[in-house]
């Protein structure tokens, strides 16, 4: 498979990035926001869904960089940011405008109950396969009308 690369700009494209890094895991290491160049860069394993059925008991991840512009703040809620080590399932990305403008608040929604919350200027995402590819044998399953 040929390695995946999308850009969005708008909350349409922010759902498709969505649906690509669903079930995405990373350690809380892999989060980095850099404050000068206004941007949150997040390294991750994703799974890789468009590949994923038809496949029988073997599935795939690839590891992949997420990366937000022109952010200006970076808050989190329940899991430790110290805690390095500390391993975090992505469930979903949303968009919430705020007025008008383009301005918002991106949320990942991450199992548990736990979310990391960013307020952009507006939507400059982009998402890149980096690394290698690895078989797994688990595909993630969510509970019916969860």
Request: aromatic share 8%; with cysteine.
């Amino acid at each position: 498979m040929d390695s995946l690369k999308l850009m969005a700009l708008d909350a349409e494209d922010l759902a498709i990035v969505s649906a690509h890094v669903q079930d995405a895991v990373f350690k809380v290491s892999g989060l980095a926001y850099a404050s000068r160049s206004r941007q949150l860069s997040l390294v991750i394993n994703r799974f890789v869904w468009e590949t994923a059925e038809g496949r029988g008991k073997s599935f795939e991840r690839r590891r992949s960089l997420l990366l937000f512009k022109r952010v200006s703040a970076v808050r989190s809620i329940g899991f430790n940011r110290k805690d390095a080590e500390a391993v975090l399932s992505l469930l979903a990305i949303q968009f919430e405008q705020n007025g008008e403008g383009p301005d918002g608040t991106v949320e990942f929604v991450l199992s548990g109950g736990a979310s990391i919350m960013i307020d952009v200027e507006c939507i400059e995402v982009q998402l890149a396969d980096t690394g290698g590819a690895w078989e797994t044998g688990f595909k993630p399953r969510h509970p019916a009308g969860a």
